[in-house]
């Protein structure tokens, strides 16, 4: 099925809302290099308006974009009849294939892992401070897990409607 203004609006929210996602983790990696725990000793009103004010900074539509990252690159392969076979990674569609399995395990990582983690840590769900403490350790290794599966993604996503099925 060929629609030229469906795939247009596809790749369009395709590449901004993944610029939007995946920089956003590359953003915070520039900022946040290694991992500092939170201190137990420190303030709670402190840690309040600390987060506050990072959750404002950082947080917003980034995991939304997710969402219309994933959904239009699997429109995109459906509507070029590319869907089952990029999934099963049969011949050239393997290198695609193989970045929207690596999308989708972010996705997953992003929504199931990071997500309901950081909506301790960030006050969303009440939390004990010893709780925000281990919750801010699993945040920072996952997102540093989404920004590492980003460069392998994308140069799948390149090779895999560049010129690896003319090899």
Same mark, same amino acid.
């Given at each position: 099925?060929?629609? /030229?203004?469906?795939? @247009?609006?596809?790749?369009?929210?395709?590449?901004?809302?993944?610029?939007?996602?995946?920089?956003?983790?590359?953003? *915070?990696?520039?900022? *946040?290099?290694?991992?500092? +725990? $939170?201190? *137990?000793?420190?303030?709670?009103?402190?840690?309040?308006?600390? %987060?506050? !004010?990072?959750?404002?900074?950082?947080?917003?539509?980034?995991?939304?974009?997710?969402?219309?990252?994933? #959904?239009?690159?699997? %429109?995109?392969?459906?509507?070029?009849?590319? @869907?089952?076979?990029?999934?099963?990674?049969?011949? +050239? $569609? #393997?290198?695609?294939?193989?970045?929207?399995?690596?999308?989708? !395990?972010?996705?997953?990582?992003?929504? $199931?892992?990071?997500?309901?983690?950081?909506?301790?840590?960030?006050?969303?769900? /009440?939390?004990? %401070?010893?709780?925000?403490?281990?919750?801010?350790?699993?945040?920072? @290794?996952?997102?540093?897990? *989404?920004?590492?599966?980003?460069? +392998?993604? $994308?140069? @799948?996503? !390149?090779?895999?409607?560049?010129?690896?099925?003319?090899?």
């Amino acid at each position: 099925m060929q629609l /030229p203004l469906l795939d @247009l609006l596809a790749r369009y929210a395709h590449l901004l809302f993944a610029l939007v996602w995946v920089g956003h983790n590359y953003a *915070n990696f520039v900022q *946040n290099p290694r991992f500092v +725990p $939170l201190q *137990n000793g420190i303030d709670v009103a402190t840690l309040n308006r600390d %987060l506050e !004010a990072r959750m404002k900074r950082e947080h917003g539509i980034f995991r939304y974009a997710s969402l219309v990252v994933w #959904a239009s690159g699997m %429109l995109m392969l459906w509507q070029r009849g590319w @869907l089952p076979g990029a999934l099963l990674l049969e011949g +050239p $569609l #393997a290198a695609i294939g193989l970045g929207a399995w690596i999308g989708t !395990a972010m996705l997953l990582n992003l929504w $199931l892992v990071l997500w309901p983690h950081q909506k301790k840590l960030l006050g969303f769900v /009440p939390a004990t %401070l010893e709780e925000r403490v281990r919750c801010s350790r699993i945040t920072f @290794l996952s997102s540093r897990s *989404n920004t590492i599966l980003s460069i +392998p993604l $994308l140069f @799948l996503m !390149a090779v895999g409607s560049h010129g690896l099925h003319l090899l």
